[in-house]
């Protein structure tokens, strides 16, 4: 039983937040299993190398079919998904008609560039794929202290990190945030996978 912390990311917020809730996952005693996505091209001629040249290795359709509980995360792009995330989802029918993904819990993060660029919008456009594929939407409770203190990133609609900067560092209440949600979907992953 494994929880999937898919991810895209260009410059690195994204793998930070991604690395987190893979922690957290794994303090709930869940193995975590990091895995992104590659880049998309508007030139069809350009081919990607099938394994990264560094960093994590690319998901394959087994590893999201396989999955016990899912974290998708992406950085904002124009208040949305970026689309070598979207490009991977739109490639997910095959689940969809297997129902492979049905009452497994999901959740979204994302890293933004400003303050107020659509970290809420982002998550939501992730969540909307994975409730066609019938996953159960986690997000953050007010229970979650960091969530009434943070100055920076972190929403009810779950982790984000508000960048500013390229090396901008994740915040002590964004870290927590990342890790209690990935705590959070690995217990709840456990309990759905013994419900019928
Ligand atoms: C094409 C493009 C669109 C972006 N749109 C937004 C946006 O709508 N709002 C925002 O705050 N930041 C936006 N950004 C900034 C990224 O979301 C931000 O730099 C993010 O932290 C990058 O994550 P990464 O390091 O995981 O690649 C955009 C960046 C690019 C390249």
Redesign the pocket.
Known sequence: MYLLVLY????????KLAQLIAEGAEQAGMEARLRTVPTVSPDCEKTQPSVPNDGDIYCTREDLADCAGLALGS?????NMAAPLKYFLDGTAGEWVNGSLVGKPAGAFT????MH??QETTLLSMMLPLLHHGMVMVGVPYTEEALNSTRSGGTPYGPS?S?FS?DAEISAEERQICLSFGKRLAHIARKLASVD
């Open positions: 895209y990311s260009r410059h690195g917020a994204t793998r950085p904002t792009r124009f208040g890293s933004t560039g400003s660029g659509g990190h960048a390229r």
